[in-house]
C-alpha cells in the first residue's frame, strides 16, 4: 500500500519532469550469488528507521529473524514487475509482494515459525488484520494528515527541496486519503483513531506477557506486527500510535523494543 501511493506521487512527479519512476523484470543484481536474498526497497531514513514502508520493514526482519543470507539494495525509483516495493531477488528470478516474498522464503529455505492448530488460525486472523485494518487506519495519521511532512528531507532523507516535498506531500495525501475511503468508506478521523486502538489492544490481548505472540519464539505473525507498527512508530513525528503505546499500551510498545533491539542491533536513536 505504502508503495504504491508512493508509486502513484512519483508518478504524478514523472508526468511533470521532476522524478523518473520505472517498474522492470530486469535482474537488479546481475552477479547474483546462488542463495543470497537480495531485498530491493526504499532507502533507509536519517534517523535510522531501516524502512517507512511497513513491507519493506516485515520482509527485512523476516530475513534478519530466519538468519538469511542477504543484501540490501535500496532503490527510490525502481520498481518490481508488478510496480511495487519491496521485491527480492533470488537465484535470478524476481518474486514481489510481500506475502509472496514470505511464502517463497518459507519454501526455499524451510521455514517452520512452529505455529500449529489453533496459533495458526489467530496468526493468520492477527496477520490479515494488520495488513488491512492497522494498515490504513495507521496510513491515515502517517500520510493523509502528514504527507508533506513524511516526504521532507529530515524525515524522508528525500534529496528535494521543502517546497517540492509539499507539493508532493499533498498529492500523496490526496491519493491516500481516496484509497482509505475506499476501504473505510469515509469514517471520521475521530473514527479511524477508534479502530486503530481496536486492533492494538486485539494485539495486546494476544501478547499478554509473553515474549512474543506466541510464546518465547518468534514467530513470522511477530515479523508483520513489527513491520506494521514500526514503520509508523518509530517515525520521528508524533501520531495517534505513538499515544497509543507510549501511555495506553506499554507492553505493545515494549515488545517492538525487544525485537528492534534484538534483531536490530546498529539501529540506535540519533
Not at 76 to 99: H, T, Y
Not at 105 to 112: A, R, T
Amino acid at each position: 500500500m505504502f508503495s504504491q501511493l508512493v508509486k502513484n506521487t512519483t508518478g504524478f512527479a514523472a508526468r511533470n519532469g521532476a522524478i523518473l519512476r520505472y517498474a522492470s523484470t530486469d535482474l537488479t543484481k546481475s552477479n547474483w550469488k546462488q542463495d543470497v536474498v537480495y531485498l530491493v526497497q526504499f532507502p533507509r531514513l536519517p534517523n535510522g528507521l531501516p524502512n517507512a514502508s511497513p513491507y519493506c520493514l516485515k520482509i527485512e526482519t523476516v530475513l534478519r529473524v530466519y538468519d538469511i543470507k542477504h543484501e540490501i539494495i535500496s532503490s527510490m525509483f525502481k520498481r518490481s514487475s508488478r510496480g511495487l516495493l519491496p521485491f527480492i531477488e533470488l537465484n535470478g528470478k524476481q518474486i514481489a509482494d510481500s506475502q509472496v516474498i514470505v511464502w517463497t522464503l518459507q519454501k526455499h529455505f524451510g521455514i517452520d515459525d512452529g505455529l500449529k492448530g489453533e496459533d495458526k488460525g489467530v496468526g493468520r486472523a492477527v496477520e490479515r488484520m494488520l495488513d488491512l485494518s492497522t494498515n490504513y487506519a495507521l496510513l491515515y495519521d502517517k500520510s493523509v494528515l502528514n504527507g508533506p511532512v513524511l516526504l521532507s528531507r529530515p524525515v524522508s532523507g528525500a534529496p528535494i527541496p521543502q517546497f517540492v516535498a509539499n507539493f508532493l506531500g499533498k498529492k500523496f495525501s490526496d491519493t491516500a486519503k481516496k484509497r482509505i475511503d475506499g476501504v473505510f468508506g469515509r469514517l471520521s478521523k475521530d473514527e479511524i483513531h477508534a479502530l486503530l486502538r481496536k486492533d492494538i489492544e486485539a494485539i495486546d490481548a494476544i501478547l499478554g506477557d509473553k515474549k512474543f505472540l506466541f510464546g518465547d519464539r518468534i514467530s513470522l505473525v511477530d515479523c508483520t506486527v513489527f513491520g506494521q507498527l514500526g514503520a509508523t512508530y518509530y517515525l520521528p513525528y508524533r501520531q495517534k500510535i505513538t499515544d497509543l503505546l507510549d501511555d495506553e499500551f506499554p507492553r505493545v510498545k515494549a515488545y517492538l523494543q525487544r525485537i528492534r533491539t534484538h534483531y536490530y542491533p546498529e539501529w540506535k536513536d540519533d
